[in-house]
């Protein structure tokens, strides 16, 4: 497994209401691909009723951290749970949005 770049790292945290709150911070590119994917999936898609992705910290972020982000979101909505990106600095919010991954976004993600 290659090491990320930037110190990013990602983490699970209690959101309050039921629902947990998945953080990433630093620079998302390919190389955090896995460890992204492996702390994300230590929560089954539709465990958490509710997950709030936390993308506040995040400087880079590229297209396989979005996939990653979206095919868990469409896993969790097979088993009726939501998941959505609350936070977002600018360009991971630019990058979905560019994407086509309007889905993964909350009604209105805050940008840090």
Same mark, same amino acid.
């Given at each position: 497994?290659s090491?990320?770049?930037?110190? $990013?790292?990602? #983490? *699970?945290?209690?959101?309050?209401?039921?629902?947990?709150?998945?953080?990433i911070?630093?620079?998302?590119?390919?190389? $955090? =691909?896995?460890?992204? @994917?492996? /702390? +994300? *999936? /230590? @929560?089954?898609p539709?465990?958490?009723? @509710?997950?709030? !992705?936390? %993308?506040?910290?995040?400087?880079?972020?590229? /297209?396989? !951290?979005? &996939?990653?982000?979206? #095919?868990?979101?469409?896993? $969790? $909505?097979?088993?009726?749970? =939501?998941?959505?990106?609350?936070?977002?600095? /600018?360009?991971?919010?630019?990058?979905?949005? %560019?994407?086509? +991954?309007?889905?993964?976004?909350?009604?209105?993600? &805050?940008?840090?």
């Amino acid at each position: 497994m290659s090491t990320p770049r930037r110190g $990013a790292a990602a #983490r *699970w945290e209690p959101a309050g209401d039921g629902g947990e709150r998945f953080v990433i911070d630093g620079d998302l590119d390919y190389s $955090a =691909h896995e460890h992204v @994917r492996q /702390t +994300l *999936w /230590t @929560r089954a898609p539709g465990s958490v009723r @509710r997950v709030d !992705i936390d %993308l506040g910290g995040v400087g880079f972020f590229d /297209t396989s !951290i979005a &996939r990653i982000l979206e #095919r868990y979101r469409v896993e $969790a $909505a097979d088993h009726e749970a =939501h998941v959505r990106v609350v936070n977002a600095s /600018t360009v991971p919010l630019m990058v979905l949005r %560019l994407a086509g +991954l309007s889905a993964l976004l909350g009604p209105d993600p &805050r940008t840090a």
